[in-house]
């Protein structure tokens, strides 16, 4: 299990903590790999790893001499590794005792060719504001919702680098991780190009804490979408690659026209309307909000019953829901449309939002 950290001294206990109660019957050896962070990330690390060692479990911690971004720590991992499953976690996370079990269970159970698996990943902390209870919404009935489809055709594009699996021999194939800010996506698309299947493991839950501050949720949400465009850089020829995979890709292709319309044309039409002049949008508008709140329901429903086989509780989350059904969109789409904006420019690329 490789553990990228960059400055997450607040998580990274918690993270190993979690690790080291995994109820996998299996061996299990952690690394984390510190991308020189600035804070006592690295320290944390190596205390709780001392804490939290047992037999079966081994826990160690190497240092990068400076930050050199996810891609560089994860191929570090890799090399100093020799198992042949590879679990990649995210240093803020927090897995269920038994995700690792049902993330190795799936892939065990998968059809033939399926090189790497993704877990389900989930908001943590969602109490701390209005943007985290939003984001809430957004992992549980967007992303999760979106991959649950994704999965029922054999065409999970993404193996998130939050909490997936993969096979050595795959990632090896591929020479490990690229180097850009969409490192998963590309990675994912990588080996979907050699014929492989990618699954999904919505019992696998682990939690993550999500942006708190809306800079950090912008810097995040354009690293996904320059990701995106990155993975169509490298490997757009999967556009015709007779698949059912290519059904979503070519349903990702239009993520960028869509997200322009609706930041360029949509929001100000809505604007527009609120004085009274109805170029865009008008009354007539309003007759989507009962077709958004039946397929909200319908996601709701399927996503609860997930929950309850899994003993878990959808937390009461009114003001949260009603925000990301009304207004959400309105942030995260503009978003978007500035990470295809700066990697159309060749902005700058940095790893993470702190």
Not at 26 to 43: F, L, N, R, W
């Amino acid at each position: 299990m490789l553990v990228a950290c960059y400055n997450e001294a607040e998580n990274i206990a918690d993270t190993l903590t979690s690790l080291s109660r995994q109820d996998y019957p299996g061996e299990i050896e952690v690394v984390v790999i510190d991308d020189g962070s600035i804070d006592d990330s690295a320290a944390i690390a190596r205390a709780t790893a001392a804490d939290q060692a047992r037999p079966g479990l081994r826990i160690r911690v190497l240092n990068q001499p400076k930050n050199g971004g996810k891609s560089k720590a994860l191929n570090r991992g890799l090399a100093e590794t020799r198992q042949a499953l590879v679990v990649t976690v995210d240093g803020d996370s927090y897995l269920r005792p038994d995700a690792l079990r049902k993330l190795v269970e799936r892939f065990l159970s998968d059809p033939t060719g399926t090189v790497a698996v993704a877990g389900a990943v989930l908001v943590r902390n969602s109490r701390e504001n209005w943007l985290t209870r939003s984001q809430e919404w957004d992992y549980f009935h967007g992303i999760a919702a979106v991959k649950r489809m994704q999965s029922m055709y054999h065409g999970t594009l993404v193996a998130q680098g939050a909490f997936s699996l993969y096979t050595r021999e795959a990632l090896e194939q591929a020479g490990g991780w690229p180097e850009c800010v969409g490192e998963d996506i590309v990675l994912s698309w990588a080996l979907l190009k050699t014929g492989a299947r990618i699954g999904y493991c919505e019992e696998a839950c682990l939690f993550t804490r999500v942006p708190e501050k809306l800079g950090q949720f912008s810097r995040q949400r354009q690293r996904w979408s320059r990701g995106l465009m990155e993975a169509f850089a490298r490997h757009g020829s999967l556009l015709f690659k007779p698949r059912m995979t290519t059904l979503f890709i070519w349903w990702n292709l239009l993520f960028l026209p869509l997200d322009l319309v609706y930041t360029l044309a949509f929001i100000p039409g809505l604007i527009l309307a609120l004085f009274g002049y109805y170029w865009i949008a008008g009354i007539m508008t309003l007759l989507v909000l009962p077709l958004a709140a039946l397929w909200n329901l319908i996601i709701f429903r399927v996503q609860s019953k997930m929950f309850k086989s899994q003993d878990l509780r959808v937390r009461r989350n009114v003001s949260g829901f009603l925000f990301y059904t009304l207004a959400y969109t309105m942030i995260l789409q503009p978003v978007c449309v500035l990470g295809y904006a700066a990697e159309i420019l060749r902005l700058r690329k940095t790893w993470g939002t702190k």
